[in-house]
């Protein structure tokens, strides 16, 4: 297919774009196959470039001849064009229409994207299975890494490489697999080093309503325990909504097969049910009419802040077993794509410092994410503005996102990057000129060649002058373990996102800016007087001993 | 001389089912917790003022509870080993913490060891006719009246007020007698820029069809004081329902008819009693424990304390974009014009002028509007002969808006929030003069000048602590008025207000407490590069082999004159130390590190966390024992701060 079949007018003239808070800009729009670019020849301004993948809907209005569309994009912020020409306009919204929901993956923009910067680290080869097991080995020599899954036949989401008990042989693997969703069966997520600890996840267990067991499942969870030692089974669903899961096929560990076990049930919402919340927060944040009263009763309906609460008081308990009860985890939800990831890599973010620098929170995606079968591609094929009936779309990445963003919050000093790389990773989920977040698994990616013919995310990002803009200034490294506070007053709506296009954030911006200042001063001073003392120390030694002036 | 004592006392955790053991001590003054536990040692120091209520709970098996609420929101739950004890602190605060009379009050027994001089400098720190005059009163049209030298015309008001100059004395006794409690239009902030003028009042005495010449030729000759403008706004800051009910009474508000040259504004401020409901709510939703998110947000909105605080800050709106806008003058009344009307001045002269962001001109800004014009901070913050509902968090309220600009615009005040606490703290310590009594005219009979100590020269002799790191006084310059949004969701709730004393809600690291760190760091670069600079200077032939010159060696000085705040510490961080000990004793860390402690053998629990944050305390789930009961309960569901195990 040509993309100009679908672009019936590829150029307008004297278009008038309109963004709050900040001045209109009148120019030329052209709609090229990927983007949609509005610029108004003039040296000073800058141009609008919008790539089509980050359209979430248009909306299209008439006063007379003067058309006016507004674009809504994934990344919440709402744009109108004012388009003079009644033909010109429906044109170019049937145009933005079409393109922004191509189908294919193939036709998507980073098989297209040619980078202007020489990729020097490929991030595709960042952050293999095999150097993460290197680092387990070094500390424990009880897991081995399994090729079982080396044609995603025993597990289509899973990668070909993953980390198992040692004791355990793959063909107790396949029959775990046959006893878990999607044969998701158990594997390891995070080992503590401090105490040897782990935290495995998987898929719910296929139960069913009769009670079905399998002794390969109990034989694999039980080879993760120490002798005598127990442990936790953390299921991200409620114990309804466990019993139910059970009459289609589902279920839950029972007590009776599983003694060494204690089992934890919390409630994360189902993917499906979130997708509603996002839409009923970006709702509310973008009507500037409502009320106090009304603002706060919409925050509520949209109960966006509760699953904010509920995740991170679910990866924090994960954690409290790992280090402080000194007991093994296996968290769950059903499918254990969704909200088994991020209770898992919360709970890493609390209780693992590496996690918490920029390479470390990369790794903790590229593993807990996108190797473990995050279905990004059906979850962020729409944001907060489509109008269709959600098919698979839902916020669970940026939830996680929020999360972190919170605990970013409490301990300010502890994270290596700061607010906008995690607002960068948002935007690159939903819409990218990089393949990283393309396809639904592992497997799929493969297939789709991703790492021959697209660009890796993490070779743009970790460019020493791209990364600059995402260090978080106040970083000193700190090796505990951080434990946030989930009391509803101690957690906040992420305005950096949900208001992000709804405020002038000029003042905060020179705030921020001004303690980078204090900060950066600082640090020059102190490599000045490092500099003098090593002077003072070097004349010393030459002339003896000094009297201080 | 009272002083009891009671060992063996447990304080609970509001929140968690932490506690921990120690002995209260209770003497004339304060009632004192001092944790027995070796390290930590904490102490809790709670002054009898500070105490809103005392409460005995039914005895349990572990002692006799005893639940103290306290004004600037702390609430400490003590177990008490025997009855008889509990009984006795309990009589004894009880009696306490309702002083009869004046001399009583803390503030009379409070010495801090400063001579006379030293004491009336304090008090000489803050001069409101200085103020006029930075205001640029008098001038051509507006003088000093001395019509209320006496105290005659209105109790409640200062001696020294400032009126239009064709205002007569007739003309101002006249509107006096046509006004609530003769308060009668003054002037309070002067906007030199467009010569118009803030002005407050009390309601006029209206009923339904009153009406007074001398008062409408006050209206006049405020509106001819000001040639930019042909009007002069009225602000009845009461919702409209209110003022109509109060017609009935014989009072009311200006009837545009008999008053030419005024636009009539109601701005739906709510009263005493509704504001007063409002934080008890509020207070009640925040003190639940393992409260659900659900139930925070539609407590804080059935609370309604954000809606009266945007109520305010859209009045204070309002009445600066008439000033800077229109270059009109604005009057400014609610009933008895001293618990809206100064919120309403108070905070417009604040978005007008930035002398009132900076710490002196803050103290000036509650000195002027606060003190000198009445509002009754004896009645509203409870501190003698109570009424209950007489008392009210209007001027918390104001604090709260200054906090919620604070937070839009982070460069603009000089002051940190900690400021603003701590002047909350002291309005209802009662250790300092300024707050106590009603009005100026029981200020002077208190005889509180010569007998007590100024709050204001307390908080300047630490103005350190209270330094906002990232200020800019250039700001002032680019942003001389304050243009703040009100969209509903730049309210947030004040954590570190009304969640002051309770640990585990608050960040663990600070941005302001690592910057403060920074300024240390900064002066103790300064200081040993002049040293360094110095000895360097006695090998000058050495120098040159260096490659150095001695001109980038000279000692450095911070970009901008800053003064170095100690590195704080308190229940939030940012908050300035206590001790001296404390001081030493971070400045220690200081020069170890936290690698160092990070070795050192763990304290008590063995938790070695990030400023203390700590997993039990914030109570995901309670795991403890439940392996080891023997009963396996069938079902765990952990909740916030609970686990409850059904069998």
């Not at chain 1, 989920?429 to 993490?458: C, D, H, I, M, P």
């Not at chain 2, 839009?408 to 005040?413: D, I, Y």
């Amino acid at each position: 297919m040509e993309f100009a079949e679908l672009i019936k007018t590829p150029r307008v003239d004297g278009v008038v774009l309109h963004r709050p808070f900040m001045p209109t800009v009148e120019g030329t729009l052209c709609l090229t196959g990927h983007h949609l670019i509005l610029s108004s020849r003039q040296d000073n301004t800058e141009e609008l470039w919008l790539l089509h993948a980050n359209i979430d809907s248009i909306e299209k209005r008439f006063v007379g001849s003067l058309g006016t569309i507004i674009v809504k994009c994934k990344d919440l912020r709402v744009i109108q064009l004012d388009i003079p020409g009644m033909e010109e306009c429906l044109n170019i919204a049937s145009s933005i229409e079409a393109l922004s929901t191509l189908d294919s993956v193939s036709l998507m923009y980073p098989f297209f994207y040619r980078p202007l910067f020489e990729v020097i680290e490929d991030g595709w080869q960042l952050f293999v299975p095999e150097e993460a097991f290197k680092d387990l080995e070094s500390m424990t020599d009880e897991w081995r890494l399994s090729e079982v899954n080396k044609d995603f036949s025993v597990c289509p989401s899973y990668p070909s490489l993953l980390t198992v008990p040692k004791d355990i042989d793959d063909e107790s693997l396949c029959k775990a697999a046959s006893f878990r969703h999607g044969g998701r069966f158990p594997v390891l997520s995070y080992y503590h080093k401090k105490n040897g600890m782990v935290m495995m996840r998987a898929a719910q267990p296929l139960t069913g309503t009769n009670g079905r067991r399998c002794k390969e499942d109990e034989k694999l969870i039980n080879a993760t325990l120490c002798a005598g030692k127990r442990g936790y089974i953390i299921d991200t669903r409620t114990i309804a909504v466990a019993q139910q899961a059970k009459a289609r096929g589902g279920g839950f560990e029972q007590e009776a097969n599983y003694p060494q076990w204690r089992r934890i049930h919390k409630a994360i919402e189902r993917s499906n049910v979130l997708q509603e919340g996002l839409i009923k927060l970006v709702e509310a944040c973008n009507d500037q009419s409502h009320s106090m009263d009304r603002w706060l009763s919409k925050l509520e309906a949209s109960n966006w802040q509760s699953n904010v609460k509920e995740i991170l008081t679910t990866a924090c308990l994960a954690a409290q077993c790992i280090d402080r009860e000194g007991a093994s985890v296996l968290v769950h939800g059903t499918e254990g794509t969704d909200s088994t990831l991020q209770v898992t890599s919360l709970a890493q973010i609390i209780l693992d410092p590496a996690c918490r620098t920029i390479r470390g929170f990369e790794a903790l995606i590229e593993r807990e994410w996108l190797q473990a079968g995050h279905p990004f591609q059906q979850r962020c094929a729409q944001s907060a503005y489509s109008n269709g009936k959600p098919r698979s779309e839902a916020p669970v990445f940026l939830l996680f996102l929020d999360c972190v963003w919170q605990i970013l919050r409490q301990f300010p000093c502890s994270f290596q990057f700061n607010e906008n790389f995690l607002i960068m990773l948002f935007e690159h989920a939903y819409a990218s000129q990089f393949g990283t977040f393309l396809g639904n698994s592992v497997a799929e990616r493969l297939k789709l060649l991703l790492s021959q013919k697209t660009v890796s995310l993490w070779s743009w990002v970790n460019r020493p002058q791209e990364l600059e803009r995402f260090l978080n200034p106040l970083y000193e490294p700190n090796n505990l373990v951080i434990w946030p506070s989930v009391a509803p007053q101690s957690l906040l709506l992420w305005e950096g996102v949900f208001l992000r296009w709804n405020r002038s954030t000029k003042c905060l911006d020179e705030a921020y800016q001004e303690m980078v200042h204090i900060i950066e001063y600082n640090k020059e001073l102190q490599n000045k007087v490092n500099s003098l003392r090593r002077q003072l120390a070097q004349l010393e030694t030459e002339d003896g001993p000094l009297q201080t002036p | 001389h009272l002083h009891v004592r009671v060992e063996q006392v447990k304080l609970l955790d509001r929140f968690s089912n932490k506690s921990v053991t120690g002995t209260l001590h209770l003497t004339a003054t304060h009632l004192i917790f001092v944790e027995s536990n070796s390290t930590s040692a904490q102490e809790i120091w709670i002054l009898h003022h500070h105490i809103a209520s005392v409460e005995k709970l039914s005895l349990t098996t572990s002692g006799c509870p005893l639940l103290i609420q306290c004004r600037n929101f702390r609430l400490v739950h003590f177990v008490i080993p025997r009855e008889r004890d509990c009984h006795d602190i309990y009589s004894s605060l009880l009696r306490l913490l309702r002083p009869v009379s004046y001399d009583e009050l803390y503030a009379f027994s409070y010495n801090p060891k400063q001579n006379d001089q030293q004491r009336e400098e304090g008090w000489q720190l803050i001069d409101l006719a200085a103020e006029f005059e930075r205001m640029g009163v008098p001038c051509d049209q507006w003088q000093l009246t001395d019509v209320n030298r006496e105290y005659k015309v209105c109790e409640t008001y200062p001696r020294d007020l400032y009126v239009p100059i064709t205002a007569s004395k007739p003309i101002i006794v006249g509107s006096s007698k046509f006004r609530s409690k003769g308060r009668f239009p003054v002037l309070t902030y002067f906007y030199q820029e467009k010569k118009a003028a803030v002005c407050r009042c009390s309601q006029p005495l209206s009923g339904f069809s009153a009406r007074c010449l001398e008062d409408e030729h006050m209206l006049q000759a405020i509106s001819k004081a000001n040639h930019n403008s042909r009007y002069i706004y009225v602000m009845d800051t009461r919702p409209k329902l209110n003022a109509l009910a109060n017609r009935a009474a014989g009072k009311g508000y200006e009837n545009e008819d008999n008053y030419p040259n005024i636009r009539f504004q109601f701005v739906g401020i709510e009263n005493i009693h509704v504001m007063r409901g409002s934080l008890q709510k509020l207070l009640e939703v925040m003190g639940t424990r393992s409260l659900s998110m659900t139930d925070y947000l539609v407590g804080l909105e059935n609370s309604g304390w954000l809606r009266h605080i945007k109520a305010i800050m859209d009045a204070a709106i309002f009445l600066a974009k008439a000033v800077t806008d229109e270059g009109a003058s604005v009057l400014v009344h609610c009933s008895d014009g001293w618990d809206r009307t100064a919120q309403v001045c108070a905070l417009g002269s604040l978005l007008l002028d930035p002398y009132y962001r900076t710490i002196k001109g803050f103290m000036v800004l509650i000195e002027k509007d606060w003190i000198s014009f009445g509002h009754k901070f004896a009645d509203r913050c409870d501190q003698l002969d109570p009424d209950p509902k007489e008392v009210s968090p209007i001027f918390t309220q104001f604090l709260e808006c200054v906090w919620q600009l604070t937070e839009q615009f982070p460069q603009a005040f000089e002051f940190s929030e900690w400021f603003l606490i701590q002047i909350h703290e002291h309005v209802h310590s009662c250790q300092f003069g300024n707050f106590l009594g009603n009005s100026q005219r029981q200020r002077e009979d208190l005889q509180l000048k010569e007998r007590t100590y100024s709050l204001w020269a307390h908080l300047l002799s630490e103005k350190q602590n209270y330094l906002n790191p990232v200020y800019s006084p250039s700001f002032a310059e680019s942003h001389p008025v304050l243009e703040p949004s009100t969209q509903a969701y730049h309210f947030k709730f004040w954590r570190n207000m009304y969640h002051q004393y309770d640990r585990s809600m608050h960040p663990r690291q600070s941005i302001l407490k690592h910057v403060y760190k920074v300024f240390l760091h900064l002066s103790l670069h300064s200081s040993e590069m002049t040293h360094a600079f110095l000895c360097l200077c006695a090998f000058p032939q050495k120098l040159q082999t260096f490659g150095v010159s001695t001109s980038p060696l000279k000692p450095q000085t911070p970009p901008r004159e800053r003064s170095h705040p100690p590195r704080p510490q308190s229940l939030i961080l940012g908050a300035p130390l206590l001790s001296r000990k404390e001081v030493q004793q971070e400045e220690d860390e200081e020069v170890f590190g936290e690698e160092a402690r990070e070795d050192a053998p763990a304290s008590t629990g063995g938790e070695r966390t990030v400023e203390g944050s700590s997993a039990t305390e914030n109570g995901y789930g309670e795991l403890k024992g439940s392996f080891d009961s023997k009963n396996e309960p069938a079902v765990v569901t952990l909740e916030f701060g609970v686990a409850r195990m059904t069998c």
